[in-house]
């Protein structure tokens, strides 16, 4: 059976970016017959809170979104995210970094994002002497080989990165003892038996990482497909940032039906942005309707 998911951050109301995505999953799950499971991500004590999360469940059943069962949130899983970072270290793979962000930056170029760094191993080799001699606490890095792997990605198509040179010692946890989402998504993911996972084009540089952290915690990875994002009409992408584009201020002007045809028709999905309920958008899902790029969104 096809288990999709749905895996917010309760860091703030859902914007119609969050929507879309979350909408992609939920209709290739049911298309398929599967189930969808919720999954809270508030891994980050400081910028999530359970009133957003409660706000979200009640967004996402106000558009038909529902689920089958929901996971245990992640602030409750650190036990299992240890025993995956305990079998890192075993295999000699986990090495502490005193680097800071700036230090990072400094020390590489922006790659595949303009926020994202590809780490130069500055730290990968210190001698014992020279990691007492730190004062500062570390974050911890997974040590990646000069390997390229491929994911096959059911929109985009086959994406390959070498490890090594595109992604580079990634984190497993902060300094503050925060596990990173790259490790606890994999952990999660597996947890939960999920075998699809639809979300954002944003993320498809993280496929794979998490691929390569599945193959070496012994665990089966699920098939991808990462939508496109939406975009304001001057190239901006939306974020909760974007108080006309928060659900609650959408849903004062469009119906869940209406706001979900719009969605179906700016994807490729619906011929005319006709009003459309989720169960019945989902009976008429079709990955080959799907556009790959990005969608520059203007609402009526």
Known sequence: MTIGRFAPSPSGRMHLGNVFAALMAWCSARSQGGEIVLRIEDLDPQRTSAAFAGQIKTDLLRLGL??????????????????????????????????????????????????????????????AAERAAKNRPPCWRLRVPPEAWTVRDRLQGDYTENLERDCG???????????????????????NGVTEVVRGRDLLSSAPRQTYLFHLLGLPAPTYAHVPLLLAPDGRRLSKRDADMDLDALLSRFSPERLLGILAHAAGLLDRPEPISARDLASAFDWNRLRKEDIFLTLP
């Open 66 to 127: 529902d689920w089958d069962r929901e996971a245990p949130w992640q602030s409750t899983r650190t036990a299992a995210y240890d025993e995956a970072f305990a079998k890192l270290e075993s295999l000699g793979l986990v090495y502490p970094c005193y680097c800071s962000r700036s230090q990072v930056h400094a020390a590489s170029a922006p790659h595949l994002g303009q926020s994202e760094y590809v780490y130069a191993g500055t730290c990968r080799n210190l001698t």
């Open 169 to 191: 010692d990634f984190v497993l946890r902060r300094a503050d003892g925060v596990y990173a989402y790259q490790l606890a998504v994999v952990v999660d993911d597996a947890a």
